[in-house]
């Protein structure tokens, strides 16, 4: 069984965190930082404003990370590789040029 404690070590928990942990620093790049007042769940809202088709991805990332920083949830190593695709793709979309940093007085 593993414990909240236990999670930290483990290496698909660790590599989602390290996953999650390169999606701040891409939004933060792009001009959208995610604020110390904003869960994972807003700040993906946010994110998702100046996004198309790869919004999906985005929620499959964060609801992930909440499940691991929350909910004590290790994914499996198919899952984990999915999500790493997917953020392989998602991390090619920029940010800057989008539309919505405006509304967002970026």
Not at 55 to 68: K, R, S, W
Not at 69 to 82: C, D, F, H, K, V
């Amino acid at each position: 069984k593993s414990t909240a404690g236990d999670l930290t070590i483990h290496p698909n928990a660790a590599a989602l965190r390290s996953l999650y942990k390169q999606l701040l620093q891409w939004g933060k790049a792009n001009g959208m930082p995610r604020q110390k007042n904003q869960t994972p769940w807003e700040y993906m809202q946010m994110l998702k404003s100046g996004m198309g088709k790869s919004d999906l991805y985005l929620e499959e990332i964060t609801g992930h990370y909440m499940q691991v920083r929350y909910g004590a949830i290790i994914p499996s190593e198919n899952i984990l590789t999915t999500l790493e695709d997917k953020w392989h793709i998602l991390k090619k979309r920029n940010l800057k040029n989008s539309k919505n940093n405006k509304k967002w007085g970026l």
